[in-house]
């Protein structure tokens, strides 16, 4: 299988399209355009904005180490805004909160609106990525390290009206529950256990799931006798 060939990030190329690689990166450039045109540079710190960024070096690096970092750093950020969105429109409204600007049409034109689509479509690459090179269990400590930095970046130096990362307080929301510094190291503590953790147990199973098909597949292959051996 290709994900058992790729045991090292970049171990071995051509795995994926040049078209892929290709559009990807077109389409990221348009979406940084009209981000910085409307929300300003600030925009770039939100963790999906980083990781589409990264996720784009992965595909053009053919990198098993950087699509983990972007597995286990998106798969639940973009679950939890399809499952807000969809919600929406089936239920009538948010069950968690976080996409009410996709409803939005009086601040926010409907081409932004449709640019942040890509939370629909990313897991699919990022699944598609994992099936395609494995999953690097290295990816745990180089996110949690990653998304630190970007929340203390977000609370010191971002405009606070943008609450980047929502380190003020949830979905834009200033919290008034505990001092502002608290609620930081909140942040920092619960967001890798319930966006991080749970993407990389299961993408750590699979992968020991593969390991071990791998294994034996390579014992029966070892044990199969071949043209010059005798029975």
Not at 159 to 173: Q, R, T
């Amino acid at each position: 299988m290709c994900c058992l060939s790729a045991q090292h990030a970049g171990a071995k190329t051509g795995l994926v399209p040049t078209w892929l690689k290709v559009g990807f990166t077109a389409w990221l450039s348009v979406l940084i355009f009209f981000d910085w045109t409307f929300y300003g540079p600030w925009i770039q710190l939100w963790f999906c904005n980083v990781g589409n960024i990264i996720l784009a070096i992965a595909l053009w690096r053919e990198s098993r180490l950087l699509f983990s970092w972007q597995a286990i750093s998106l798969l639940a950020v973009d679950a939890f805004f399809t499952i807000d969105y969809l919600g929406r429109w089936i239920l009538g409204f948010h069950p968690i909160g976080g996409t009410e600007y996709m409803f939005d049409a009086e601040h926010y034109p409907l081409h932004m609106r449709l640019l942040s689509l890509f939370h629909l479509v990313i897991p699919i690459l990022l699944i598609w990525g994992i099936r395609r090179f494995g999953y690097d269990r290295r990816a745990l400590p180089l996110q949690v390290a990653t998304m630190w930095v970007l929340l203390l970046i977000s609370y010191f130096f971002a405009p606070p009206e943008m609450d980047i990362n929502y380190v003020l307080g949830p979905f834009e929301k200033t919290q008034t529950y505990m001092a502002p510094g608290l609620y930081l190291l909140v942040c920092m503590l619960v967001y890798p256990l319930i966006l991080n953790v749970p993407p990389h147990l299961l993408l750590s199973a699979y992968q020991r799931r593969l390991e071990r098909r791998g294994g034996a597949e390579g014992d029966a292959r070892a044990a199969a006798p071949t043209p010059f051996t005798s029975k």
